[in-house]
């Protein structure tokens, strides 16, 4: 008897637990450093160039939505801090082969879109975490869902990011992560809205879309747009590929195994061209170069130096010029040079590859190293 009530004392004491599923239990506590040390990411500015959101990321992996003013001068809380991202390091860096982890201010400011945590439920019951888009208001400093799963949630869209706004501030696009890639429209990424070129037409989304047959077969690099919501519209469809023998041949060394692929969509303010990442190997950020192609799907070419140096992120610093990270041993140049290319021309240096640039294209917002600074631990860079 004695024994029966000691196994009885160890269940209520320990519960009736089932072995543990790996990535299904809560996110532990685990605090590598003092508590009191943060570092701020994802910086981003606002439309009117007036204000810079960010997330700031502490120890225990959790992320608390702040505001702050253009010179960084102050800074405050919008949300209690939370684990946005249950399983998995926020990608908010521009050193990614696929769309990172970012805010979005709408074009108005009104509206400011983030991730949260979305914990989804299989048909067993168990939890899964996936990542929606809510929408924080400045008008009424309350927050609310913009793209999030049900609860028994049985499609393949888990992590929904890189949101974009419309021009018109009306629609938003985004990028969604699925497991699968094995059919010609699963592997897309990278949207941008496409300005427009004429009164009256709508903005057209531009996107990167890989087409593999199967997972033996190389992929085919494509760049496509489409007219949300007109149906039969003559402007949606692929406008440029690159197929992995083309790719090989553009190699210093054809004999190497190639990967074509593209990222980092950026269309020039008046809509004549489209810049973007293209690379041999989506792994290796040294063989990233940038390139351009005309509205039409014409004259694609590469623009930056191959000078040994990775290039990333690129945008438009007018019509006629542009600017992208070069990647160093250490942090990141801001190169720029003609948009038909040429020797570029050094604009400052970067901590990391988490920035943004201002609208009026002076000024970049960059995270830095783990610091116990206030009010925040962004940095800014003035070009001159």
């Known amino acids: 008897m004695k024994r029966v009530w ?14 543990p599923v790996p990535g299904m239990a809560d996110v532990p506590n685990l605090s590598v450093v003092p508590r009191a040390a943060y570092q701020d990411v994802s910086p981003r500015w606002s439309a009117d160039g007036k204000r810079i959101a960010f997330l700031r990321a502490t120890p225990d992996r959790k992320h608390q939505l702040f505001i702050a003013d253009a010179t960084l001068k102050y800074a405050h809380s919008l949300l209690e801090p ?11 860096s521009w050193e990614r082969y696929t769309s990172r982890d970012t805010l979005a201010f709408s074009p108005d400011g009104r509206w400011l879109i983030f991730p949260r945590a979305d914990w989804l439920a299989d048909d067993k019951g168990e939890r899964l975490p996936g990542i929606g888009l809510w929408l924080y ?96 519209a003559t402007r949606t469809g692929e406008f440029w590929r690159m197929t992995p023998a083309e790719c090989a041949r553009l190699q210093s060394d054809p004999s190497q195994p190639v990967q074509p692929h593209t990222g980092h969509l950026a269309w020039s ?23 351009t192609v005309a509205r ?7 623009v930056s130096p191959r000078d040994g140096s990775g290039y990333l992120a690129p945008v438009w610093l007018g019509n006629e010029r542009l600017a992208a990270l070069r990647k160093l041993a250490t942090g990141y140049e801001i190169a720029s040079w003609d948009a038909q290319g040429g020797n570029p021309k050094t604009l400052g240096r970067v901590e990391r590859a988490d920035c943004d640039w201002s609208p009026d294209r002076k000024r970049v917002v960059f995270a830095t190293a783990w610091r116990n600074e206030k009010p925040t631990t962004l940095g800014i860079l003035e070009i001159k």
């Open 269 to 291: 303010p008046n809509g004549n061209a489209l810049a973007f990442t293209f690379t041999p190997d989506p792994l290796d950020f040294a063989r990233y170069e940038i390139w």
């Open 296 to 302: 039409d799907g014409k004259n694609a070419h590469r």
């Open 82 to 92: 939370e684990v946005l991202i249950p399983d998995r390091h926020l990608g908010s």
């Open 6 to 19: 000691l196994i009885l004392c160890l269940v209520i004491i320990t519960g009736c637990r089932r072995a």
């Open 137 to 232: 208001d400045f008008a009424t400093r309350k927050a609310k869902p913009l793209a999030v799963h049900s609860s028994r949630y049985k499609g393949e869209f888990i992590y929904y990011r890189y949101p974009q706004w419309s021009p018109d501030g009306k629609r938003v696009a985004g990028s969604a992560d699925i497991v699968s890639l094995f059919d010609r429209g699963r592997d897309s990424d990278w949207g941008t809205w496409e300005p427009t070129a004429k009164a009256g037409e709508r903005n057209a989304l531009t996107f990167r879309q890989g087409i593999r047959r199967t997972i033996s077969v190389p992929v085919t690099e494509t760049l496509r747009r489409i007219e949300p919501g007109k149906e039969g």
